[in-house]
């Protein structure tokens, strides 16, 4: 299966680069970037040569390299962009970027559906993340009181996380109550209390030394129950993302989160 990685400079570009090229039945075929254009991948990832050369030009990039699938991994500000190029090519796409709002996973569906493509839109592809969303939405059937703190790494750009809101809907979707206690707060300083989302308040840090860690707490009368994950590593998003770079080919139209692929 041919492969393009979009955000190839990144973080997580380079160790998705790395998982495809250790896998024996994926090819690294292209890979963009606005940085270190013209350079080998090999200049990223500490290996022999590979022939295949970073460009900042998606849709050339694509019509040269003719991938069966792009994973993207950039940044808010061009998901939107590089997904609609990529679909309009005919390509299915899997995406790990966050920023990716309502209106435009229905922008994307709508794409899909025109084109005949497919196309993943993932907060988090670490599977213990996703079996944590998964629990939660399981617990919020028994809380009618919950909370979610997520930690990311500082250089994060956008809060609150895909995952957070990913699960603050999933809860929404089971929960009994609105997920808050009928109290009027005072906040001393504003924002203080968190965002609320779909009734789930969320807080967010962003600290050097994270990488991805959620906790989702409920509370009941004389209990409490802490859901929590922890990536303490970016090698724990690449099983996902090279199952839904197989499975993406059985996709038709929009599926958001990486749990769909795993049923």
Not at 71 to 86: L, S
Not at 195 to 222: C, T
């Amino acid at each position: 299966m041919r492969v393009l990685v979009s955000g190839a400079s990144g973080r997580m570009g380079r160790e998705v680069m790395q998982g495809i090229m250790d896998a024996g039945d994926l090819t690294l075929v292209g890979a963009t970037d606005i940085k270190n254009v013209g350079e080998d991948v090999s200049f990223l990832l500490g290996r022999e040569k590979t022939g295949v050369k970073i460009n900042d030009n998606l849709d050339s990039t694509l019509k040269n390299s003719k991938p069966d699938v792009v994973v993207d991994f950039t940044t808010p500000e061009v998901v939107m962009e590089n997904a609609r190029t990529v679909l309009l090519n005919g390509i299915n796409a899997v995406i790990g970027t966050t920023g990716i709002d309502e209106q435009c996973l229905d922008e994307l569906k709508t794409i899909c559906d025109l084109h005949g493509v497919g196309a993943l839109v993932a907060p988090n592809f670490a599977l213990g993340a996703v079996l944590m969303m998964r629990f939660a939405q399981q617990a919020a059937k028994y809380f009618e009181h919950v909370e979610i703190v997520e930690l990311h790494h500082d250089q994060k750009v956008d809060a609150p996380s895909g995952t957070s809101i990913k699960t603050a809907e999933k809860i929404a979707q089971e929960a009994p109550g609105d997920g808050q206690k009928k109290v009027e707060f005072k906040e001393v300083i504003a924002g203080v209390r968190g965002g609320n989302y779909k009734g789930v308040k969320i807080h967010s840090v962003r600290l050097p030394g994270l990488i991805a860690h959620q906790e989702v707490i409920f509370g009941g009368p004389g209990q409490i129950l802490t859901i929590r994950h922890d990536s303490t590593s970016r090698e724990s998003f690449i099983p996902g993302v090279l199952l839904a770079i197989r499975k993406i080919k059985e996709v038709k139209g929009l599926v958001y989160g990486l749990e769909n692929l795993l049923e």
